[in-house]
T-cell receptor, first 112, second 113 residues
Framework: GQQLNQSPQSMFIQEGEDVSMNCTSS?????WLWYKQDPGEGPVLLIA?????ELTSNGRLTAQFGITRKDSFLNISASIPSDVGIYFC????????????FGTGTRLTIIP | GAGVSQSPSNKVTEKGKDVELRCDPI?????LYWYRQSLGQGLEFLIY????????KSGLPSDRFSAERTGGSVSTLTIQRTQQEDSAVYLC???????????FGPGTRLTVL
């Protein structure tokens, strides 16, 4: 079952606002991945984090791997309409190829 | 190919019929995963292949579900005697050797009437 708690479940923001979402786990993860899913599409990888404390940026996106290895956050700055979608955190429990455990998702809606 | 592809993109079937869903992973990727996503939910792991063998089948919900992979490439997920609760989007992902990064296909939307 799901082991990653993601919040908030949904966000309604205006274009240009910054967005912050986070993911917490009761167990340690060795890798944190953030995916975005558009309607009718599979998830697309946004950022991958491999070290505790790591802070990584990808354009307007910034994500951090928590020191305890039990949490991660994703920030989006100056949101634009194409940021709309569902954002998932995910991680394998161990190193190596393994199934991903996914968070419950954060649905981002931009109010015109 | 350039990315993971899945077919069909949509499948509507009647309760009790069998269905086959296909996944073509990224060329050279050794690991292949199947997930299921119910409406408005996160992704649920079904099965994982390393080459042609499946070390982890723990997510298959019942013995009506099976999957195989041949030639270390294409995989087929088969659902026998489909039920309405099988309706979901079935997603496939693949991973290259030595990385945790999974790349997803667009999914197959299965509707069981």
């Amino acid at each position: 079952g799901q082991q990653l708690n993601q919040s908030p479940q949904s966000m309604f923001i205006q274009e240009g606002e910054d967005v912050s979402m986070n993911c917490t786990s009761s167990s340690i993860f060795n890798t944190w991945l953030w995916y975005k899913q558009d309607p009718g599409e599979g998830p697309v990888l946004l950022i991958a984090l491999y070290k505790a404390g790591e802070l990584t940026s990808n354009g307007r996106l910034t994500a951090q791997f928590g020191i305890t290895r039990k949490d991660s956050f994703l920030n989006i700055s100056a949101s634009i309409p194409s940021d709309v979608g569902i954002y998932f955190c995910a991680g394998p429990r161990n190193f190596g190829n393994e199934k991903l455990t996914f968070g419950t998702g954060t649905r981002l809606t931009i109010i015109p | 190919g350039a990315g993971v592809s899945q077919s069909p993109s949509n499948k509507v079937t009647e309760k009790g019929k069998d269905v086959e869903l296909r996944c073509d992973p990224i060329s050279g990727h050794t690991a292949l995963y199947w997930y299921r996503q119910s409406l408005g939910q996160g992704l649920e792991f079904l099965i994982y292949f390393q080459g042609n063998s499946a070390p982890d089948k723990s997510g298959l919900p019942s013995d009506r579900f099976s999957a195989e992979r041949t030639g270390g490439s294409v995989s087929t997920l088969t659902i026998q005697r489909t039920q309405q609760e099988d309706s979901a989007v079935y997603l496939c992902a693949s991973t290259g050797l030595g990385t945790d990064t999974q790349y997803f296909g667009p999914g197959t939307r299965l509707t069981v009437l």
